[in-house]
């Protein structure tokens, strides 16, 4: 067992360093996520306090940041989107009831430990999920930056809308696409000096600090005379820390949040446990997936107690904690730390970014949320990858991000369903070499007895399979007859009433057939459920061969076993041969 190491001034300075590179970057995202999701700016920078904080007090992974993400904020954007732009208050009690829905489902799946059950969930839908909510978020935030209002109403397709506002809006703001331009192309360029260079990952930060500067220089962000200013800005957060607060609680809101809520908590842990694992597989570090969920769980309940907006594992802000040499999960809690001291110094100023520069961070946000190269590969790969993929991205555009991550996870049980129902047969032979091994094609089948061996899941999707593949066996005894068949059970796994049902009619009907069948690399699971079902009152001892220190030991012993059964000039090999096996 590898002791653990103490932590020492050595692992507090490289997480003070990875905190502070992480804060930078969470200033500027959870008030662009907060502004995605459609509400208060400081709801994100909240988020960005409490979700982070919670999470990485209990979380597992040492360098898993969670917090507002886009992908979250998008579906919340969705959930809110029946409440009308005057209704600020009432669609933020709603989000805080939101979030503590979504976390009151993430720690219930944690505590029936349901967790390992999201590595189910294909990596393909995970894939078109993303590249649709990229394409959502692009659409959503192009009024932004055209520095025009939105038109429409939630309701309404956001493709609809966007054609509504394009056709009928407002005036395109000149300012507005200049701001979003130099933000755009600023971030560009300084991520490419901060790669460079191996400097902290600053850029999105300095870029929205140096456009607002000038812009306030220029005047376009400070009220004139009737109180507004050339530009729309973020709007001022207070310098406050989040306060504890009961969100309202309404049925109608209950009823109306239900699935969005489900699919945030789905989305969420499938966003978190992605991240956390691509980079375990990189520290070696163990993942207790269990535990993560609680963790995301606990945040986002807590969250919504503090008015947060509901958050996961962040993709970008746990990359760089890693890339920035965090040792632990405390560089999460300097993280939170470091974004409460700057709302408390700084939020005024918030006022005064423009939100054409915020919208332009989240263009590029969502460009490179569009894995181009990823998505080539999947479609590639197979035709299961392929229309998983399809599905859940245009389920995105069609239907709402809400929707698509349900009939994501739909389509990946109903894709892993019937793969996992292949229960595989094949015939084994004992060969002059006295070598039991795989029958191939056009080979004599052995005449003295016969081997087959199966694998996969015997669970009831397998059932007519197992069903076809023990009558074959049966009548090929039969036509051979053939008075002994060995059946290999080594990699066969998790017997359910079903298949256990299917084997005992085997069993009885071939001993009325005179035919002696023979288990061999019988797993623990099922002879325990053969004991549970009383086999042993009718069925021989004897003839369970159960699965030892290696895959070939028991079937070899079986096989001895029946050549001593058989009539010397039946056998298939001298008896006097060592036997051996042959995957």
């Known amino acids: 067992?590898?002791?653990?190491?103490?932590?020492?001034?050595?692992?507090?300075?490289?997480?003070?360093?990875?905190?502070?590179?992480?804060?930078?970057?969470s200033l500027p995202q959870g008030m662009a996520y907060a502004l995605l999701a459609g509400v208060d700016p400081r709801y994100g920078l909240y988020s960005a306090i409490v979700v982070t904080l919670v999470a990485s007090i209990f979380g597992s992974s040492s360098h898993l940041i969670n917090g507002p993400t886009s992908a979250i904020a998008l579906v919340v954007f969705a959930a809110l989107s029946h409440f009308d732009p005057d209704q600020r208050v009432e669609a933020a009690e709603a989000m805080f009831l939101l979030a503590v829905m979504v976390g009151s489902i993430q720690v219930l799946i944690a505590v029936f430990r349901l967790g390992d059950l999201t590595r189910y969930i294909s990596e393909s839908v995970i894939l078109g999920f993303m590249a649709a909510?990229?394409?959502?978020?692009?659409?959503?935030?192009?009024?932004?930056?055209?520095?025009?209002?939105?038109?429409?109403?939630?309701?309404?397709?956001?493709?609809?809308?966007?054609?509504?506002?394009?056709?009928?809006?407002d005036p395109v703001s000149a300012k507005a696409i200049g701001v979003s331009a130099a933000t755009l192309a600023l971030a560009v360029v300084l991520r490419q000096v901060v790669r460079r260079c191996r400097l902290p990952q600053f850029d999105?930060?300095?870029?929205?600090?140096?456009?607002?500067?000038?812009?306030?220089?220029?005047?376009?962000?400070?009220?004139?005379?009737?109180?507004k200013s050339a530009l729309r800005v973020a709007g001022a957060v207070p310098s406050s820390l989040p306060a504890f607060h009961i969100p309202d609680i309404k049925l109608n809101w209950i009823t109306d949040l239900a699935s969005d809520s489900v699919a945030i908590a789905f989305l969420g842990l499938l966003e978190a446990l992605a991240i956390a694992k691509s980079i375990a597989n990189q520290t070696k570090q163990p993942l207790d997936y269990n535990r993560q969920c609680l963790a995301e769980g606990l945040a986002n309940f807590t969250g919504g107690f503090f008015q947060s907006l509901p958050g996961s594992g962040s993709l970008s802000r746990s990359a760089i904690n890693h890339q920035a040499g965090a040792a632990t999960k405390f560089s999460g809690i300097i993280t939170a730390a470091l974004v409460a001291v700057a709302v408390l110094l700084f939020a005024p100023l918030s006022r005064y970014v423009p939100t054409a520069a915020l919208a332009a961070l989240l263009l590029l946000t969502a460009y490179r949320l569009f894995d181009l190269h990823r998505i080539k590969y999947t479609l590639r790969a197979t035709w299961v990858d392929a229309g998983a993929f399809i599905v859940t991205a245009i389920s995105g555009i069609a239907f709402g991000l809400d929707l698509a991550i349900l009939i994501g996870v739909g389509v990946s049980i109903l894709l892993f369903v019937p793969r996992a129902a292949k229960l595989k047969a094949s015939e084994l032979i004992l060969d002059e070499q006295n070598v039991v091994r795989e029958r191939l094609k056009g080979e004599p089948a052995n005449q003295a007895f016969i081997i087959y061996d199966l694998e996969g899941e015997l669970f009831f999707g397998a059932a007519p399979d197992l069903n076809r593949h023990l009558t074959l066996v049966e009548h090929k005894a039969k036509a051979r007859k053939i008075s002994h068949v060995l059946l290999r059970l080594k990699r066969v796994r998790h017997p359910d009433v079903v298949s256990l049902e299917i084997f005992e009619h085997f069993l009885r009907q071939s001993e009325t057939e005179g035919i002696k069948v023979w288990l061999s690399g019988l797993q623990p699971d099922l002879l325990q459920a053969f004991d549970r079902l009383g086999f042993q009152h009718w069925y021989p001892a004897d003839r369970l061969f159960p699965s030892r220190y290696d895959d070939n030991s028991s079937t070899i012993d079986a096989v001895n076993r029946i050549r001593r059964e058989l009539p010397a000039p039946e056998h298939d090999a001298a008896p006097h041969q060592a036997l051996s096996y042959q995957a």
């Open 1 to 25: 067992m590898i002791a653990k190491l103490a932590y020492g001034a050595d692992f507090l300075k490289r997480d003070v360093v990875a905190g502070l590179t992480v804060a930078a970057i």
């Open 133 to 169: 909510a990229s394409l959502v978020l692009a659409i959503g935030q192009i009024s932004n930056a055209l520095g025009v209002r939105s038109k429409g109403t939630g309701d309404q397709h956001i493709l609809y809308r966007l054609w509504l506002t394009l056709t009928e809006g």
């Open 204 to 227: 999105m930060f300095a870029s929205l600090v140096l456009v607002a500067g000038v812009a306030f220089l220029l005047g376009w962000t400070v009220p004139g005379a009737d109180g």
